[in-house]
């Protein structure tokens, strides 16, 4: 624990990049940069609604 601890950033990065590697190599270039596109979207979209309590407000309704 106390490695991973030392180097948790180098670690993630490799991880990261593993993973991208695996997803150009599987998929090829486009379809990993839409895969990319969509994971970020997902992101903002999902921030956006934390963000504003868009799902609070909206089950609170059937509360």
């Known amino acids: 624990m106390e ?3 030392k180097y948790k950033y180098p670690i993630i990065g490799g991880g990261a990049a593993f993973f991208l ?3 150009l190599v599987t998929f090829g270039f486009f ?3 839409f ?3 969509l994971v970020a979207a ?3 979209a999902g921030y956006f609604v934390q963000e504003t309590g868009l799902v609070d407000r909206f089950l ?3 509360k």
């Open 21 to 23: 590697a695996l997803l």
């Open 31 to 33: 379809k990993t940069l």
């Open 3 to 5: 490695i991973f601890e």
């Open 35 to 37: 895969i990319l596109v």
């Open 42 to 44: 997902g992101s903002f």
């Open 60 to 62: 609170e309704n059937f």
